[in-house]
T-cell receptor, first 116, second 113 residues
Framework: AQSVTQLGSHVSVSEGALVLLRCNYS??????LFWYVQYPNQGLQLLLK??????LVKGINGFEAEFKKSETSFHLTKPSAHMSDAAEYFC??????????????FGTGSQLKVEL | NAGVTQTPKFRILKIGQSMTLQCTQD?????MYWYRQDPGMGLKLIYY???????DKGEVPNGYNVSRSTTEDFPLRLELAAPSQTSVYFC????????????FGEGSWLTVV
């Protein structure tokens, strides 16, 4: 079964500092990996995804993530945090469902706080 | 560009009441999903559908029912509401043409008292 571990349920950074949100996964097959962001009282918005090909994936709002198979990791980074980045971030791994479609297995989330 | 639309946004139910959460998508996606999100947890899959007339259970289906009569609509029904069903519910959709990306609705906040 797939699983996702996000280290750091609460992460605090200063504005302008590096953002690093950690994600490790367990998968028996080559994984499809995703990062979603959730702002308060809103749905989940896709930040970026890895399916195949280039292991460094660039997403929206200046975020990027690197797929490292040897470390089973897919950490999310942003060089310089902005106040508007404060949100909850979820890492997810995709598995194929019976009959088609994809089930996302989510981590428990990392709440990012950005301080002045 | 509506995407995935859920109603209602907020609802308070009494124990034992029934209700239906509505979900519609305008992207002509074949696959649709219902997830629930509990505090401090990731999302858990309740039910999914691979097309009109076809539904299947996810990880946490107990206490819920679904139907899929059209490509666009995928309602979730709670028959006898229980406090354990207090949660945030997200409808989502995807299609092979979207490259396995799942698109989520804005969520429905449900409280059972």
């Amino acid at each position: 079964a797939q699983s996702v571990t996000q280290l750091g349920s609460h992460v605090s950074v200063s504005e302008g500092a590096l953002v690093l949100l950690r994600c490790n996964y367990s998968s028996s097959v080559p994984p499809y990996l995703f990062w979603y962001v959730q702002y308060p009282n809103q749905g989940l918005q896709l930040l970026l995804k890895y399916t195949t090909g280039a292991t460094l994936v660039k997403g929206i709002n200046g975020f990027e993530a690197e797929f490292k198979k040897s470390e089973t990791s897919f950490h999310l980074t942003k060089p310089s945090a902005h106040m508007s980045d404060a949100a909850e971030y979820f890492c997810a791994v995709s598995d194929q469902l019976r009959g088609g479609g994809n089930k996302l297995t989510f981590g428990t989330g990392s709440q990012l706080k950005v301080e002045l | 560009n509506a995407g995935v639309t859920q109603t209602p946004k907020f609802r308070i139910l009494k124990i034992g009441q029934s209700m239906t959460l509505q979900c519609t998508q305008d992207m002509n996606h074949n696959y649709m999903y219902w997830y629930r999100q509990d505090p401090g947890m990731g999302l858990k899959l309740i039910y999914y559908s691979v097309g009109a007339g076809i539904t299947d259970k996810g990880e946490v289906p107990n206490g819920y029912n679904v139907s899929r009569s059209t490509t666009e609509d995928f309602p979730l029904r709670l028959e006898l509401a229980a406090p354990s069903q207090t949660s945030v519910y997200f409808c989502a959709s995807s299609d092979p043409v979207t490259g396995n990306t799942i698109y989520f609705g804005e969520g429905s906040w449900l409280t059972v008292v």
